[in-house]
């Protein structure tokens, strides 16, 4: 959205005012979508981090949010601003996405048009580390990926703790993959 619509500021505007402050606070703005046609009107900031975003930290960013943009924001428009993460089904599709999934499983579409599930390892210098069954035994193995060969990634939903020697592989202890 290009032009003010009904009051509201742009996002290229909201994308100015907050960035700093964001990236201050160690998170990425990755999309901002204002709908107008809500009712009331509605800023959405999405933002994502290293750490990932907790609720304190959305209430935290939220705030700082409402701050700056009440500072510039002369219009009687009410609106609702809502700060919150990607969804779980956010495709990944740049490096930092996957170095942010780190110990997640994952569902990777191939260029080829295979697919492979695995739980995410390091991923450095275009190469994504992916924790795989292999072998007659199904055992662990550490497979690497390159970003350019992978056509889709989505992170999976899981509903039990991961194998602990899957996260080690992953470079995991546990504790932080269970964000």
């Known amino acids: 959205m290009t032009e003010r ?26 999309d901002v979508v204002i709908d107008a046609s ?3 009107p509605r800023i959405t900031v999405v933002a994502d981090g290293d750490k990932g975003l907790d609720l304190d930290t959305i209430a935290q960013l939220s705030r700082s949010a409402s701050e700056l943009l009440d500072r510039v ?5 009410p609106y609702v601003l809502e700060v919150t993460s990607p969804g779980v089904d956010r495709p990944l599709t740049t490096e930092k996405h996957y170095r942010r999934a780190r110990g997640r499983k994952v569902e990777l579409t191939l260029s080829d ?19 795989v069954r292999e072998g007659r035994h199904a055992d662990f193995a550490v497979r ?8 889709n990634a989505v992170v999976q939903v899981e509903f039990s703790p991961p194998n602990q020697r899957e996260l080690e592989l992953a470079g995991q202890s546990g504790r932080e993959a269970s964000r």
């Open 5 to 30: 619509s009904a009051g509201l500021p742009t996002q290229k505007l909201v994308i100015e005012l907050l960035d700093g402050e964001f990236a201050r606070a160690g998170y990425d703005i990755e």
């Open 38 to 40: 809500a009712r009331p």
């Open 73 to 77: 924001d002369d219009s009687a428009t």
């Open 113 to 131: 048009g295979s697919q492979v599930t695995g739980r995410l390892g390091e991923t450095r210098d275009g190469i994504a580390r992916l924790v």
């Open 144 to 151: 690497e990926v390159a970003l350019e060969s992978i056509a």
